[in-house]
Structure formats: C-alpha cells, structure tokens
C-alpha cells in the first residue's frame, strides 16, 4: 500500500527484542492491525490499536500516535518460531472495511 | 482457526484461460474480500461484499468479478487470464465492517498464469 511505510526486513537474535515501525498516512482514521504471516501461510491478526498508547499481549505490544500517524510493533524475548512478516494496516474513516496494507516487515532470528 | 476454505489451493493455467476461485465460510460472517498478494506490494484488496449479492471493487479490480450468491460463498472470476494476474490470492472474512474488524484469513490460492 503506498500510504503505509514499514521496513522490508530487520535481524535480531533469539532472546533480544525488536521494533517496527509503521507510518501511514489516511483520510481520517478508524484502526491500526498487526498481522503476523509466516512463509507460505495465511495473515493471522495480532493487535489492533484505534487510541493513543500501548496495548500490551503477552510478548507482543502495540503503540499507536494518532497525530504523528505512526505506530509500532514490539516484540519482546524473540523466538526463533518468530520469524515471519509482519504487516501494517490501517483503515480510513472512509474506507469502510478496507484495509491499506503495507508491504511488510521481515523479521529474521537468529540463534 | 476460522472456517475459510479457499480452493483451488494451486492452478496453473494459460493465458486467456477463465479462471474461477472459492471461499467458503462456516462463520455465517456479513463480510468478505478478496486480495491478492505479490513481492514489494503486500495485499491488495480486489474486491468486497458486505452481504448476498452486495459487492463492490477494491483497489486493484480491474480484470476480475466476483459473485455472492450464499452467505457462505465468495467467488473471484478471471474473465481472461493475463500473466499480471499471477499472484497468491487470499480471501478473508470479518463479522463487522467498521470499527474493530478484525479480518481472517483462508490459506491462500497460488495462481500461476503460463
């Protein structure tokens, strides 16, 4: 999606912790998704952010800054079964349903 | 997981060939999309339904049709294969279309268009 800048890929080692960023750029705003798509398989939902703040499961937490239209995905005590691609999406005000998609962030952990 | 099934899983085919893709759903979820993904584009939406017989296109619809006939059934048609039209295709659903709608999705259909 052109609207939505992530990185392409980043590595970090098993145990460390890792950060994505997500910038976008939409007219109005009604969410933010994380997806978590490993290779060959199928998009599976992670967090969704509407508010300001940080939302926090488990070793996966969600940050969203509404006025700087950007948010992050944290990912604590990496596992090696965490390498995969991570994906923004956000959804306009007007865009009803439709999510823009950004490209995608590949994570890989190393031992 | 939830129950979309897409099939055909893989199809290769030639170009100018029809092509018709599946999703069926056993959630009795409102809503369905399909998208289609390729390298450095992530997904992209092709097409929506927000209910029997209610669709409408999405960001890259050109050259496909859909039909929702049943809650249960999605269907993605390409009229007339082109070698653009090669990609994993995913169909997902959501039980709301606003707000936190959450979407799932099926494992994916991989098109090759020879």
């Known amino acids: 999606g052109q609207n939505i800048d992530q990185p392409t890929e980043m590595t970090a080692t098993e145990g460390a912790i890792v950060q994505i960023n997500c910038t976008y750029q939409?007219?109005?705003?009604?969410?933010l998704f994380w997806y978590q798509q490993h290779a060959g398989e199928a998009p599976t939902f992670l967090s969704y952010?509407?508010?300001?703040g940080l939302e926090e499961k488990g070793r996966f937490s969600s940050f969203l800054s509404r006025s700087k239209g950007y948010s992050y995905l944290l990912l604590k005590e990496l596992q090696m079964k965490d390498s995969a691609s991570y994906l923004c999406a956000a959804v306009g005000e007007d865009s009803w349903g439709k999510f823009q998609f950004g490209a995608g962030t590949q994570v890989v952990v190393t031992p | 997981d939830a129950g979309i099934t897409q099939s055909p899983r893989h199809k290769v085919t030639e170009t100018g060939t029809p092509v018709t893709l599946r999703c069926h759903q056993t959630?009795?979820?409102?809503?369905m999309y399909w998208y289609r993904q390729d390298p450095g584009h992530g997904l992209r939406l092709i097409h929506y339904s927000y209910g029997v017989k209610d669709t409408d296109k999405g960001e890259v619809s050109d050259g496909y049709s859909v039909s929702r006939s049943k809650t249960e059934d999605f269907l993605l048609t390409l009229e007339s294969a082109t070698s653009s039209q090669t990609s994993v295709y995913f169909c997902?659903?959501?039980?709301?279309?606003?707000?936190?709608?959450?979407?799932?999705f099926g494992a994916g259909t991989r098109l090759s268009v020879l």
């Open positions: 952010n509407v508010l300001d």
């Open positions: 939409t007219s109005g705003f009604n969410g």
């Open positions: 997902a659903i959501s039980d709301s279309g606003a707000g936190k709608n959450i979407q799932y």
């Open positions: 959630e009795n979820h409102r809503y």
